[in-house]
């Protein structure tokens, strides 16, 4: 499941762009998109090795990797359950989550805070059961987040990628480093206040001057939208033919096209901006279209 990808590099047309890009990161897998794929690839691998069946893992109610460890589950004959933040609802999200076959355990935001605790709690005795950190956060990320720049045919000048927890953005720049480009890694936080990205990052690989972190492209913080992101949404679609979602990869062009206007990066240079996945998620949003 983890060997062969469908990831291709595009070029679209968006103005005032010569040279834009896209790594299609979202035509990985409809469930187990875009980094989600990544991340999970190095971990399953472990799991694999240390003979564990149950994976363990915790997100909010419209988590990406809730999705892609449920179905990355279900594929590899394992089972899984999700610590889930908050009080108990239903949305499309987790309907595919319980499809896949996964244990939903519905969390309040006090217990939820301390993973490792909830973990030994209720599967200290569970020996098949595997933990996986919210998002899938890990050394095994990284490794596979890295593998993206491998598969670059040439090198572009600058190279955008949406952040929530900054462990692709880790991957992504150690990836830059072992490759010895001199491309500029720029960083999009969708959170509010998310310099803490720096600190993630250094956990896995030293900072260099590759890395631009964008801190005010956050549209109010996460999952926040406000109707100029929407209409750019509706625009950048309708001309480009690709997708987004409100929550990343919408942020992310926005900054793109916002940094040309700015005209810190020229309309000339090689962009490649990587489309992280996450489609799914539009479909939790859809009233604010
Ligand atoms: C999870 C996710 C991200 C953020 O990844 P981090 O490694 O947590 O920074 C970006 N884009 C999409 C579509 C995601 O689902």
Redesign the pocket.
Known sequence: MFEEIYSPVQKITFTPFNNLFVKRD?LIDPYI????WR?LKYILAKVEKEKKTHLVTFGGAYS??LLATAAAASRSGLKSTAFVRGEEVKNEMLLLCSLFGMKLVFTDRESYRDKHTLFQQHFANDHQAYFIDE???SAE?IIG?AELIKELAEPYDHIF?????????A?LLSGIQQNGLNTKLHIIP?LKGASFIKEEITKYTPLSHHLILHLDYHFGGYAKTTPELISFIKTFTAKTGLLL?P???SKMFYAIQDLAQQGIISEDESVLAIH???LI?LFGMKDKF
């Open positions: 979202d998109s875009g980094n989600k991340k990406n990797h998002g899938g956060a990320a987040c990628c949406a952040a929530g927890t900054g462990t692709t953005a991957g969708v979602d929550v990343y990869t992280t996945g996450g998620g």
